[in-house]
């Protein structure tokens, strides 16, 4: 099966710099996806890590230690935008299995 | 544009009635999933399709059935509804590993 935590809620400043850690245990193991949800909404694709390291794309990088088990998200210049849940989920047999979410507030 | 729809995307039902979720994308994926969402959660597997005739249990499948006679569909249909099954349900579908969601159907069970 699988195992997966993150904090339940974060909150930062416009222009900030926030960093959304995911830990997991599985079974089975093909990649790590972050996607963004905002209220009301269906999730959308961020990011995908299937090797160690980091991946950036724009304001938002992912990072995977396969190893560890831990992944983070690292969200900069936040915008208000930004405010929405960001869910953890781990790949096996092409499911996805996900995390309960971080729900990131920005403020003003 | 491919895409994934999902319908109603409201519902109210009475206990005891059988209830039924539509998804049909157009990707042409093979790859078909139902997940629900509730506060505390996250996303939780319902019952996933790998391709026609093809159907398997997910980590909360009690209650819930699915079939797939194409690519395109992977109807949910609840036996008897019951008021733990009020949530949030979503269809996704993959070919590979990134998954695309439907819109979302929310469902109220009185």
């Known amino acids: 099966g699988q195992n997966i935590d993150q904090p339940t809620e974060m909150t930062a400043t416009e222009g900030a710099i926030v960093q959304i850690n995911c830990t997991y245990q599985t079974s089975g193991f093909n990649g790590l996806f972050w996607y963004q949800q905002h209220a009301g909404e269906a999730p959308t694709f961020l990011s995908y890590?299937?090797?160690?390291g980091l991946e950036e794309k724009g304001r938002f990088s992912s990072f995977l230690s396969r190893s560890k088990g831990y992944s983070y998200l690292l969200l900069k210049e936040l915008q208000m935008k930004d405010s929405a849940s960001y869910l953890c989920a781990v790949t096996g047999d092409y499911k996805l299995s996900f995390g309960a979410g971080t729900t990131v507030t920005v403020r003003a | 544009d491919a895409e994934i729809t999902q319908s109603p995307r409201h519902k109210i039902t009475e206990t005891g009635r059988q209830v039924t979720l539509a998804c049909h994308q157009t990707w042409n994926h093979n790859n078909m999933f139902w997940y629900r969402q509730d506060l505390g959660h996250g996303l939780r597997l319902i019952h996933y399709s790998y391709g026609v005739q093809d159907t398997n249990k997910g980590e909360v499948s009690d209650g819930y059935s699915v079939s797939r006679s194409n690519t395109e569909d992977l109807p949910l249909t609840l036996e008897s509804a019951a008021s733990s099954q009020t949530s949030v349900y979503f269809c996704a579908s993959s070919e590979g590993y990134e998954a695309f969601f439907g819109q979302g159907t929310r469902l109220t069970v009185v």
């Open positions: 890590n299937v090797l160690d």
